[in-house]
């Protein structure tokens, strides 16, 4: 069973930064990808990050140039580095990890707020 525990939420002023993590159970290394998503209130889960087995990265066009995600295989831990953070960053943040064995399997964390303030 995969567990993915998310920390590092909570409050800050726009133009602060925040650092989440995620600990996964077990090796990361078995992920084909891990990520990021985020739930505002009102609105659908959108990706925010992510960064795959092979260590390239994707991000949200919203957050380029502003969050940094990694990955430490050794603490099977992925990061979530969020800088110049701005109001319309405020969500739950969730950590996805996903195995391809003949169809796709998400994981999830139980969520992490971020609240950004003006």
């Known amino acids: 069973q995969v567990q993915l525990v998310e920390s590092g939420g909570g409050l800050a002023e726009a133009g602060g930064s925040l650092n989440l993590s995620c600990a996964a159970s077990?090796?990361?290394?078995?992920?084909?990808?891990m990520g990021w998503y985020r739930q505002a209130p009102g609105k659908q889960r959108e990706l925010v990050a992510r960064?795959?087995?092979?260590?390239?990265?994707i991000y949200a066009d919203s957050v380029k140039g502003r969050f940094i995600i990694s990955r430490d295989n050794a603490k099977n831990t992925v990061y979530l580095q969020m800088g110049s953070l701005k109001p319309e960053d405020t969500a739950v943040y969730y950590c996805?990890?996903?195995?391809?064995?003949?169809?796709?399997?998400?994981?999830w964390g139980q969520g992490t707020q971020v609240t950004v303030s003006s």
């Open positions: 960064i795959t087995s092979g260590g390239p990265t």
């Open positions: 077990g090796s990361i290394s078995r992920f084909n990808a």
């Open positions: 996805n990890a996903v195995i391809i064995v003949h169809r796709v399997v998400d994981y």
